[in-house]
């Protein structure tokens, strides 16, 4: 009895274990900078081994984070458990929730928040903690117990080509450039880790590089507008976003150059038509599975 009791806990372990060194890929927001009340701004978290890397913060997100771990006992993703953020780029449907993340329970954290991105995000760090400033002040001239009086702060690294961003406890992610309107900075992730390998496009045009970097990718996460939705748009607004977005059917492109396990549509700009448009006009040209994330989605 005592062999098999030991057996069982054995199991019991193991299994609890392999739960925790999964791979899992959380949607705490899918929409664009055109408001909607069911989609909060982009951020896309990765989950491993107990750790929570997230991908952008949009408006929403943290919320969304709160609920992940309240509603699927994810608890990588409680705010101040949260210690690496990346940056795709610095539009504001990618980054209006930082001032939430590095506002959140500051006070409590172990550690501070680790941030990535591209040139500006100092910049753009050092305008939150001056937002914060009049809540700095209340909060030290108190007796609330604080751990780190600079906790509120990130360690920021900025970085302008492509390469290794971070490797460290099975996890590599890497940054790569892609075409995103006017902006100079413009980044995609590809992360890997011992059990996924998952690719990021951020925000991009028509980009084959997106293709390479995800060959073989177990999940392809990648922005899109409906051509449907686009060809109404007035000729102005149509070489807006063709400069700035990939349309629906150069995303089956990519997606049959890079033949994804599965192809994550976020970030979809449809306009009049309906939100499924991108995806049917995908499966028109892509025999791969591909589907249209929502908020809290888990793959």
């Known amino acids: 009895m005592k062999i098999r009791s030991i057996l069982v806990s054995l199991a019991v372990l193991f299994a609890a274990f392999s739960a925790s060194a999964e791979t899992r890929v959380v949607m705490l927001g899918t929409g664009t900078p055109v408001p909607d009340g069911d989609r909060a701004g982009q951020s896309i978290a990765v989950v491993h081994d107990g750790e929570a890397y997230l991908f952008d913060l949009g408006g929403g997100a943290v919320q969304n984070a709160i609920r992940a771990y309240e509603e699927n006992d994810i608890e990588a993703l409680y705010p101040p458990n949260i210690d690496h953020v990346f940056f795709t780029h610095l539009h504001s449907d990618h980054m209006l929730d930082y001032p939430e993340m590095l506002g959140t329970y500051w006070w409590r954290r172990d550690a501070r928040v ?3 991105g ?15 400033a009049p809540d700095l002040k209340a909060r030290f001239s108190g007796n609330q117990p604080i751990k780190d009086k600079e906790g509120y702060k990130a360690e920021v690294s900025e970085f302008s080509e492509d390469g290794v961003v971070l490797e460290q406890d099975g996890i590599r992610i890497e940054a ?3 075409s995103h309107g006017s902006l100079e900075y413009a980044v995609g992730y590809k992360i890997i880790t011992d059990d996924r390998t ?3 496009s951020g925000d991009t045009a028509y980009d084959p590089v997106v293709a390479e970097q995800a060959k073989g990718a177990d999940l392809l996460i990648h922005e899109a507008i409906s051509q449907e939705g686009l060809s109404a748009l007035p000729e102005f607004w149509q070489n807006y976003h ?3 977005h990939t ?3 150069e995303l089956a492109e990519i997606a049959n150059r890079a033949r994804p396990a599965k192809l994550v549509v976020v970030h979809n700009l449809f306009y009049g038509a ?6 049917e006009e995908i499966r028109a040209d892509y025999d791969g599975e591909v589907v249209l994330a929502d908020d809290l989605s888990v793959y």
Do not use: K
């Open 274 to 279: 309906d939100e499924q448009s991108t995806v």
């Open 176 to 178: 790569f450039s892609v």
């Open 118 to 132: 591209p040139p500006g995000t100092q910049q753009m760090s050092e305008g939150v903690y001056e937002m914060m």
């Open 198 to 200: 998952i690719v990021v």
């Open 247 to 249: 349309v629906s059917t």
């Open 114 to 116: 680790n941030v990535y």
């Open 242 to 244: 063709r400069a700035a």
